[in-house]
């Protein structure tokens, strides 16, 4: 296996840094940067590096084939295996009750746990699930289907001894449709289901309406199932939707495919997709890590924090505030500071870069970056691009041909991320979310490496500006010995999808 080689960073420190710091005091040479340019985004001043000397520092650093080492290694086995079998023979009911209707809203992720959600509501009612309805995001304005992104048939297949799943619905009951339900009120349609529903509310308040019509449409659905209370077959169901039934379709799995042969032997023959996208080069298949990089406008002005922008910038994403939440930001009534000590602000990428440096990974380290949108753009992203020299996205390893059937599409671009981090040695998320909680679920069920920053830690380090790199590399280290991919128990209200343990895990 080819050991990462540590490549000395001290000759070209300054001439990083210099680089760095170019857009700073001369922004109009850069003004081809796209989104990034000031010029388009006139509240985004391009901000100077907010830790220069633990970045100075980190450029300097070395590290060890030792340290190397120890970082890629895989985790042990923990004594728990997936489980999601049922506990008796599954069977279906000798008479389905009805036709169930879910619609879900959010982004890929969130729409992910609903059609969970739903097959496990569909069980417990005996009824018969129409492929789910997917709202077209009012965010990334997507308009993609259950199935432009994952393989229905697979879907079907997988859960054919658990419940009965149509892709459309007869045609008697041809009216009921997404605008048939936005144009009046209807006696089909469940509106009033509440956030974590239990399996009796179903039972007592949707049940009845199958009885009668034949149907029932349930809108909203998201969020809509408890986690605490159900029966440990539905749990386990849950699981198996997640984990084994939804996959993706094959050009966004060919595409992950080739990325993730792209960044194992970056020196290989690239090919076409569809056929052995790289030759295998003679050193063997390399590691890499992906980073999640979730920094887009709405969760900047949303955390209430300072980004280094500038005062333009702070204006702007107050006004921004005021436009979607009318002002009404609970971390608004706090400073900066306060923020950052109880960990409640996103990490920059800078932020994210000193924290990958201070536990290893360095200049030689392949980094895949999984992100849509970048708030400030190339330039934002630029301290992180000067200490990882080698990281990629999907535009740098991929042509434009093989991006056409995903471009411009958030759920698709999101899917394929979200295989290509399936498939890494390690995964690091910059900030929580429904991509972070979906992926450290995923990849604690297979057992593979999860580091989960230590936001309070990281937000009270960065605060010291006098704190020296060894120090900061120490304190980074030490707080994150339990944050690598661990097995933690769900607690009472926590979601399964997270923390799929225990209920979707057996003792090996």
């Not at 008479?95 to 169930?100: A, D, F, N, R, T």
């Not at 006098?466 to 980074?476: L, M």
């Amino acid at each position: 296996m080819m050991r990462l080689q540590y490549r000395p960073h001290r000759g070209g420190a300054l001439a990083g840094l210099l680089v760095l710091l170019f857009p700073v005091f001369l922004p109009s040479l850069f003004s081809p940067l796209g989104h990034a340019s000031p010029s388009m985004f006139s509240e985004w001043n391009a901000p100077k590096p907010r830790h220069f000397r633990l970045l100075k520092s980190a450029l300097q650093s070395e590290t060890t084939n030792a340290e190397q080492s120890d970082l890629w290694i895989p985790l042990a086995n923990q004594g728990l295996r997936p489980c999601v079998e049922s506990t008796k023979t599954p069977s279906l009911p000798e008479k389905s009750q009805g036709y169930i209707q879910v619609f879900l809203d959010g982004g890929l992720n969130q729409q992910r746990m609903g059609i969970c959600d739903a097959v496990a509501v569909a069980k417990i009612l005996n009824a018969t699930l129409v492929i789910p309805h997917l709202e077209v995001n009012p965010v990334w304005q997507d308009s993609s289907s259950f199935m432009d992104i994952f393989d229905v048939d697979h879907f079907i297949d997988t859960l054919k001894d658990d419940i009965s799943i149509v892709k459309e619905l007869p045609y008697e009951f041809f009216w009921s449709t997404r605008e048939y339900y936005a144009t009046a009120i209807r006696t089909t349609r469940i509106k009033t289901a509440p956030v974590h529903a239990s399996a009796s509310w179903y039972l007592e308040n949707v049940l009845p309406v199958l009885q009668s019509y034949g149907i029932a449409a349930i809108a909203p659905f998201s969020h809509r199932l408890a986690f605490d209370n159900l029966p440990v077959d539905i749990q386990r169901l849950r699981c198996k939707v997640n984990f084994q039934a939804l996959v993706f379709v094959p050009h966004v799995r060919a595409l992950g495919d080739a990325l993730v042969s792209r960044l194992r032997y970056p020196s290989g023959k690239r090919g076409a997709l569809g056929t052995d996208y790289l030759q295998e080069s003679t050193e063997g298949a390399g590691k890499f890590a992906v980073l999640h990089l979730r920094f887009d406008k709405d969760m900047a002005a949303h955390s209430a924090c300072d980004f280094g922008g500038g005062k333009a910038e702070k204006l702007a994403l107050a006004k921004y505030r005021q436009a979607i939440w009318q002002g009404r930001v609970l971390n608004s009534q706090f400073t900066d500071e306060e923020l950052r000590n109880q960990g409640r602000c996103p990490l920059t990428p800078e932020e994210i870069g000193l924290l990958l440096a201070a536990l290893g990974f360095d200049n030689s380290t392949r980094l895949y970056l999984a992100s849509h949108k970048v708030y400030g753009g190339e330039a934002r992203i630029s301290t992180l691009r000067t200490l990882f020299p080698l990281m990629e996205d999907k535009k740098s390893l991929a042509s434009a041909v093989e991006r056409a059937q995903i471009k411009g599409k958030a759920s698709l671009l999101a899917a394929v991320d979200y295989y290509v981090s399936m498939h890494s040695d390690i995964f690091i998320s910059a900030s929580p979310g429904n991509m972070h909680n979906a992926l450290v679920g995923h990849r604690t069920y297979e057992n593979l490496k999860t580091i989960r920053p230590n936001m309070a830690l990281l937000g009270q380090l960065f605060l010291n500006k006098s704190i020296v790199w060894s120090d900061f590399q120490q304190a980074v280290i030490e707080g994150h010995e339990n944050r690598q991919g661990q097995i933690r128990v769900r607690k009472p209200k926590q979601s399964i999808y997270t923390y799929p343990a225990p209920d979707c895990m057996c003792n090996a």
